[in-house]
């Protein structure tokens, strides 16, 4: 630790330097309590961004970084709760999607004027990283990367069931081969086609959005319309449901148990996150994973356009932060975005032109095969209410595929509470 012990040296008139200024830390990304401070060995989401804060720590003079314990599950909950009490974390992580409500509360910092001074370059992020963080013309935070939905593929299982051609998997491009190449796939290997979290996190809830954007539809409407009960909200819906009414996919799995089942081998697919790249590439090397054979694919599109879920995440500060306190936080924010090469390593696509352009990046794993997911990236409009809005969204879609409500009904509740919740 970087402490300074004041008083002996002055009362020997030595020199003295200010006392380091102490940072907290917020973050989710799960646990990884031997990290190190190596960035450029490290795997798997946690112990690399912990990695990250562990060297800035080690390098940065003057300043001690405490990491808060957090949980994704409930993360925003106690970063809310936190500013609340007036002890929000000095540096924390959030979601694109979540600049509108926490900028339109004014409890972030705009830092557009920070940025130079702290050593950060906004040229060199991309176009869509700097929209990311920007709000009503104002620089709210640092972006860290794009991170959307991909299909993760057993090569094995899918050659097992003919739906390999050219080294890479045969994808559907239809509701109606979905369904012919799910059962195509449990016929030759008694396995689930497709796995993925549809009973605990939202990602069912992504799913579905990424079909009902294929049909140029969206949840609400940039004027704060609700738009849920609609046919191709029906058809997007339906094209999920079709694989549990066959017995094809498990609707009953949560993140856990669903990503288990992919590097078990008891799944042809997995829906999950660019977030995962790395930790599957490392596990299918391991003899005693069933995983052996792993490959990434975009999102297959299924209706007439390609379009999937995808969101970023970015570092802010809260506005109450002042002087040498605001000016340690962004000195943070700035060796993370140093690291953008090391974060790009869990399979998040980096958000700085130099380091999409580096051979280093162009040389991670698996990253030539779903270059396409940055064009169908898709998201909502902005809203205050995202988090509330995926929360009904979440509860209803569980309801119809855990406790067979009706899809008419579902979405239609659906639409009621969504538009109350865009109506106030």
């Known amino acids: 630790m970087k402490y300074v012990l004041l008083g002996a040296a002055m009362a020997a008139g030595i020199a003295t330097t200010a006392p380091a200024q102490d940072i907290t830390l917020g973050r989710f990304f799960g646990a990884c309590e031997d990290a190190g401070t190596d960035t450029t060995t490290s795997t798997g989401e946690a112990c690399i961004i912990q990695s990250i804060i562990n060297a800035a720590d080690a390098e940065l003079d003057g300043i001690n970084i405490t990491t808060l314990p957090t949980d994704w599950g409930n993360y925003y909950d106690q970063v809310k709760a936190a500013y609340a009490g007036g002890t929000p974390p000095d540096v924390h992580v959030m ?9 339109g509360l004014g409890a972030i910092a705009e830092i557009s004027g920070d940025l130079a001074a702290a050593g950060i370059d906004p ?40 739906l390999v051609a050219d080294g890479k998997p045969v994808l559907p491009t239809s509701p109606q081969e979905l369904l012919a190449h799910a059962q195509q796939f449990k016929d030759a290997t008694g396995q689930d086609y497709l796995a993925a979290d549809f009973a605990q996190f939202p990602l069912g809830v992504r799913t579905v959005l990424a079909l ?32 549990f009414d066959a017995k094809l996919a498990n609707p009953q799995l949560n993140y856990a148990d669903s990503q288990q089942a992919f590097l078990n081998g008891e799944a042809g697919i997995l829906v999950n996150g660019t977030w995962v790249v790395d930790f599957y590439t490392a596990e299918a090397a391991k003899e005693e994973v069933g995983l052996n054979t792993y490959y990434v694919a975009d999102f297959p599109t299924l209706f ?5 879920w995808a969101d970023s ?67 909502t409009p902005p809203s205050e209410r995202y988090g509330a809005i995926q ?6 879609l569980q309801a119809i595929w855990l406790t067979d409500k009706p899809v008419s009904d579902a979405l239609a509740d659906a639409e009621i509470e969504v538009q109350d919740l865009l109506d106030r």
Not at 95 to 103: K, L
Not at 131 to 140: L, Q
Not at 304 to 308: H, N
């Open 391 to 396: 929360d009904v969204l979440n509860r209803e």
């Open 212 to 243: 009902l954007w294929q049909q140029d539809a969206n949840i609400f409407t940039e004027d704060g319309t609700a738009t849920i009960n609609t046919p191709e909200a029906q058809n997007a819906v339906t094209a999920i449901t079709q694989l």
């Open 123 to 162: 040229s060199d992020w991309s176009p869509a990283a700097l929209d990311a963080v920007s709000f009503k013309g104002g620089i709210y935070g640092v972006p860290m990367d794009f991170h959307a939905n991909l299909w993760h593929v057993n090569m094995d299982l899918m050659a097992q069931a003919g």
């Open 304 to 308: 007439a356009k390609g379009a999937t």
């Open 313 to 379: 995440h970015m570092w802010a500060i809260p506005a109450s932060l002042k002087g040498e306190q605001r000016a340690a936080a962004l000195k943070v924010m700035a060796f993370i975005n140093d690291h953008n090469i090391d974060w790009a390593r869990t399979g998040h696509m980096s958000v700085r032109t130099s380091v999409v352009e580096s051979a280093a990046y162009q040389g991670l794993p698996h990253r030539d095969e779903y270059t396409g997911t940055a064009a169908i990236a898709r998201d």
């Open 95 to 103: 979601h694109r999607h979540r600049v509108p409500e926490f900028a």
